[in-house]
Structure formats: C-alpha cells, structure tokens
C-alpha cells in the first residue's frame, strides 16, 4: 500500500522539474521584457543578471506554500488518499496547461493557474465525498472550500490587470513629458532625481515584496522594516539620488542602463523567492502528507483512507537542499528554453515602437475600441488650446534617426520607458503585497508595459488594432487559464480517482510525451525561423547587400515554389486528398513569407544609403514579381485540392502524363535558377532566359492538345477547367520567373558598371 504513494511522490517531484522549467519559460516575460526590448545592455549580461536574482530569490525563498496546504481547502475535511489525487491531478493540469501557453507564447500567470488547479481538484474531490460519504448536497461544499480566498483572488486578478494598465500609462505619459524622445539631453538635469526615485522604489520592491518573506530574516527585522519603512525609503531616497549623480558624473554611466539591471534582477529575485512556490510547492505539501500519515500508520496503523490531513494546517519550512536545487533547475531553464523567448517575444512585439510584422489579427472588438478611441481623443483635443498641444506634441516627436533605426534589430523602445515598466511594476506588486492582495506578477509586468506602450504613442493609427487585438488574446487566455485550470483539474481528479493506478500512470505518460513532442516541435520551428529571419543586420544597406538579400530570396521562394508544384501534380496523380490538404496548408506559409517582405518595404527604403536609393524600385519589382508566382503555385494547389476534396473524377492518364513532364523540364529549370542565386552566379541567367520560349511553347502545345480533346472525346467539364487552370497559371508562372530573372539581370549588371 505504502509502495503506491511513493511513486506518486517520485512522479510528483519529476513533475515539479518539468513544471519548474514549463514555468520559468512562462514567467521570464516578468524579468526579461524591459531589459531585452530596450536592449540596454547586452543579452549575455542581461541573462547573467536575471540568473543572479534567481538564484538568490530561490536561496532565500520563504519555501512555504501556505496555498497549497490550506489557502484553497480546508485539509482536515480530506483523507490522505484524497489529498494525493487533488496534488496529482493538480501537477498534471499545471504542466500541461503551462506549455500549452508556452507554446502559443502567451504569458500567463502561474499563480492563477495553481490556485484554480487546487481549486478544482479540490471541488471535485469534495463532491465526491458529498455523494459517495455523506447525504449532503453542493450547498455544503463550503464546508470543505475556502470560498472567501477563491473570491479574493478572481477580485484581485480584475484589480490588478485594471490597476496596472491604468498607473503604467499614466506614469509614462508624466516621463516622457519631461525626458522627450531626446532624453539624452534632459538626463544630465534631472536624471539624479530619477535614478533616486526608481532605486528606491526598487529598494522598497526589495524589502516589501522580497525580504519579509524570507525565513532567514527575524520577526524583529520585519517588524522593524514595518514601523520604519517610511524613514528607511526618505535616506534611500537621498541617498540613491546622490549616487546616481556620482554615477553620470564621474563614472559617466547611463543612469537609466543602472536602472534597467537593478530592476532586472530585483525582479528576478522577487520571482524566484515568490514564485518558486507555485511549482514545487505542490509536491513538497504531498511529501509532508506522507510523512503525516505514515508515522500515524506506524503508531496506530492509519489507513490512507482513514487518516485525516489536519497537521497540514501547520507552516513547515522546505529544506534548504530543494530550494537550491529547484533554482538550478530554473537559471538552466533560463538559458536555454526557446519558449522562454518566444513569450518574451510576444511581450516585446506588443510593446514595441513603431511598426513591424503584427503578430495577431484585428477583430471586431479591437477595431471597435480603436474607432471609440480614436472619436474620443479627437473630441479631446478639439477643446485644448492650439499652444497646448502643440508643447504636447513637441514632447512626442522622434528624432528623425529613429525612423531609421527602426529598420533591423534597433530596440523595440528606449530606456525610459523600460524604467518606468521595471520601477512601476515594482512598485505595484510591493503595494499589492503589502496589503496581502492576491497579485499576479505576470499580470502586473505584463499591463505595465502595455499602459506605458499606449502612452507612448506605439499605437498608432497603423498599428492599433494588431495590438489591442494581441492585448485582448492575453488577457482573455489568462480567464481561459482560469477556467481551464479548474475544469481540467476536476476531470484528472475524477478519472484518477475512479481509474486508480493503471488511469494514473496513462495520464503520467501522457503529460510527460505532450511536454517532450511540444519541446522538440518548438525547437525545430524555432529552427526554421530563424534561418528564415530576414534583415539580420544592423547596417545601413548597400547596393551589394541588396545583391545578396535579394538573390536569397529568390532563391528560398523559387524553391518553395518547385518542391510546391512537383507534390502538387503527383498527389493530383493519384488522387491523394490528405497530401493535397497538406500541400494546401504549405501554400499559405509561402504566402506569409512574401508577405513579411513586403511589409518591410517602408523600413527597407528608409534604411539605404543615399546611393542605393534607386534600387528600392528594384526590390519593390521583384517583390511583386515572387508574390506573382506565389499566386500562380497558390492557385494550382488550391484548385487541385478542391478538385479532389469535391470528389470529381481524375485527370486523365494523358493529361497526368503531359503535367508530370512539363513538372520535369519546371524541375530542371528552378534547380538551375535556385543554384545560380544560391552561388551568386548570375551570368548564367542569359542560358536561362534561353530556355523561356521553349518551355513556354510546350505549355501552349498542351493547350491545344487538350482543345483537340475537347472537340474530339473529352467529356468532362470539371476535369477541364481543372487542367485548362493548371497550364494556364503554370504558364503565368514561368512568365513571372523570366520576367524577375530579367529584371535581376539588368539590375546586376547596372550595378556591376557602377561599381567599376
């Protein structure tokens, strides 16, 4: 009997590493968002300074889950059998839940998560009781949950995404009245004050949010923090304030890059001493459950199902092995997880200044706040005094590099308002903590920095509606947390409870293949985006530079386009519906990349020297002229796969056979133009530019062949239209591919007697 448990405890503990890194990939937006879209300072010191925080935090964490014992149910209604399935279907639900967000690279809150997961488990777990022990009815499910926590949580997940949104613009809108755009200037004047303010917001942070809760720290300390925290911030104030006016002036240091690496690790630290107890919380709570029962079972032979889980009403600290270790696990996870890079990603391209590829789609919601916003501000700034606005608007204007510099890796915004997210959102959690009001770090990090983005002016006309939209997915995938959370937890408690030991070792194998098939798939799209990631540099382009840029896009599209047309015809061949489906999907992804050149036309105009001007109507031709034959492919497979998926009869054999050879002599040419742009050897183009009038001659054959057949024994109508589209767009196709290869041609050697 005993044997059970203790493999329960191992998969929980095995669970609480894979939630640990899960986790951490999840919550790095709360720590790394600031100091990576500002790129204050480097990657590397950015991650050794978050590393430190986390370290320390989980070194001095307080290692108490007061939630997970007691805060959610009330443990001396449960029996210790019962008190392990709630932890086990809680562990399940929160690993799985957690990378699906990673995976979509959504922020999400692991608070929120564990304390609904608890909450589920343990709602189901007490209805079971009701039914099965006792004749009660829901009503006394009360009696068994802490319904005032619950309340005071879903209370304070409003207050806080509200509350956070609100101060984080308004605080921003105030700095960037005072420091512009142009902050470099108005630094040297008030920058001491600024840099006191923001260190000793991030002290308070410290002390508030951080220390109190560390174990290491007496009862005397904290009551003296308490009774002197006034006078404590009042010299840290002066203090700060003197420092960082040694530090501009004789150090000559950016104040605001000192800001931006405090606040980083503040955070960090205040995440790993806090937060830490969302993820091994859960077990170490199931650890002392079995400790519990078994030195009751060795005294008076207690069974499972017998022994009531009272003693978890107590506070027992973890041991400093397991904090230790647990923040390895996270400063690893830190390094080397691509999810955790692709929420923060997610934080900074929400935030970002200026324009860019949008990552979400506008709907009617987003678009209906926009067009309410947009009336209001209007009606706004009819009422202000012309001299009044045009000081406000002076404040707001970029300097004319920054449009410039907003072409290729520049940040995503500056450093003042990378202060105002880390010190506002510091502030507020401190304050949220201080009066014991359920805050999420995530929530708060996370609105901060789409406040101070919308103060900013980052949404503009161009880009509202893409980032209320990515605003509203957040948001509403936190309430989805919540409800899934709860939901899911409930159903694993309920199958582990009634499946036993074969239904929990399925569901052990199940979450432990999801996260491993998730991990693996998001490293290799991660892969893949990379290698495809366009405007790498940080240069100014150049004529040659365009020469390069342009021929390894053509090539990559060209190649799209030949594997694309040769699957085509031969799942068109044999009538196969699931490679023709799959074929359909591809094409969209084509579509997308030429579609994210093109949205970066304005910044790559802007980015050229003043001698390549003239080659932006090149670019902008070859664009057009991909995106002509991404078109023709998209046309062929769609046709194709709709042909099939409508059931109509097959091409005829003749017809299959006369597509597979112009597919061959199409194979032949796109292979010879992608390795000519892949070696840059673009004086083979004249050979294939010789080859146009042949293979297009072929096509126009293969149009009257089948005009004869139509005339003589052809009888299908749909099988018609299909072939006549396919060699009609195929046909446009390689008219496309000449046209660019004649244009790139011209372009090259234009450039080559320029050069020389």
Known sequence: MEDIYIVMLVALFAL?????VVGVSNDAINFLNSAIGSRAVSLRTIMIVASLGVTVGAIFSSGLMEVARKGIFLPGEFYFDEIMIIFMAVMLTDVLLLDFFNSLGLPTSTTVSIVFELLGAAVCMAAIKIYTQTDGGL??????????????IIIGILMAVVIAFVIGAM????????FSFQFEKKIRYVGAVFGGFSLTAILYFILIKGMKSVPYISDSMVAYINANTFIIVLIGFLVFTAISQFI???????????????????????????????????????????GLWQSAHEATGAMPSEFLMTGLAGSVPTPEILLIAAGGVMVVTLWF??????????????SRQGEGVERFEPNWLSRGLVRYAILFGNAITTVLPERFKSKIEKKFNKPSSHLRS????????????????????????????????????????????????LADRAWDRESAVYRVAGVLNVVGGWFVTALVAFTAAAVFAAVIFYGGTIALVVLIIVALTVVVRSGVLHSRKARVERSSKKFKKSDIISINEITSETSENISKVIGGINKMYSHTVDHLGYYDLGKLKKSYKKIEKLEAEVD???DNIFYFIKALDEDSVEASKFYILTLDYLQDMVQSIGFITRNSYNHVHNNHKNLKFNQIRDLKKVDDKMQ????????????????????????????????????????????????SPKNTKLYFGILLETKDLIGSTMNLLQLFQEFYNEARATTY
Request: hydrophobic share 45%; no cysteine; net charge neutral.
């Open 16 to 20: 609480a590493i894979t939630d640990l």
């Open 139 to 152: 009503s006394t499910l009360t009696g068994y949950i802490n319904t005032a926590k619950a309340t005071e």
């Open 171 to 178: 605080v921003q809108y105030i700095s960037r009245l005072v």
């Open 248 to 290: 501009m002036s004789v150090l000559k240091y950016n104040i605001l890059r000192t800001i931006i690496i405090i606040g980083t690790f503040a955070l960090a630290l205040a995440f790993a001493g806090n937060d830490l107890v969302n993820f091994i919380g859960v077990p170490i709570a199931a650890w002392q459950s079995f």
């Open 337 to 350: 997880s691509s999810k955790a890079r692709s929420v923060v990603d997610t934080g900074i391209n929400l």
């Open 406 to 453: 907003k072409r290729f890796d520049a940040p995503a915004f500056d450093m003042v308002r990378a202060s105002v997210n880390l010190v506002v959102a510091s502030v507020l959690i401190s304050i949220g903590t201080n009066m014991k009001l359920p805050l999420s770090t995530t929530y708060v990090t996370f609105m901060v920095a789409m406040g101070t983005s």
């Open 596 to 598: 994210e050149l093109k």
């Open 668 to 715: 032949i040419l796109f292979e010879e133009i992608t390795k000519t742009f892949d070696n840059h050897e673009f004086g083979n183009i004249d050979n294939l530019l010789a080859e146009k009038q042949e293979l297009l001659d072929y096509v126009s054959d293969l149009i009257q062949k089948q005009i004869t057949r139509i005339r003589t024994s052809e009888s």
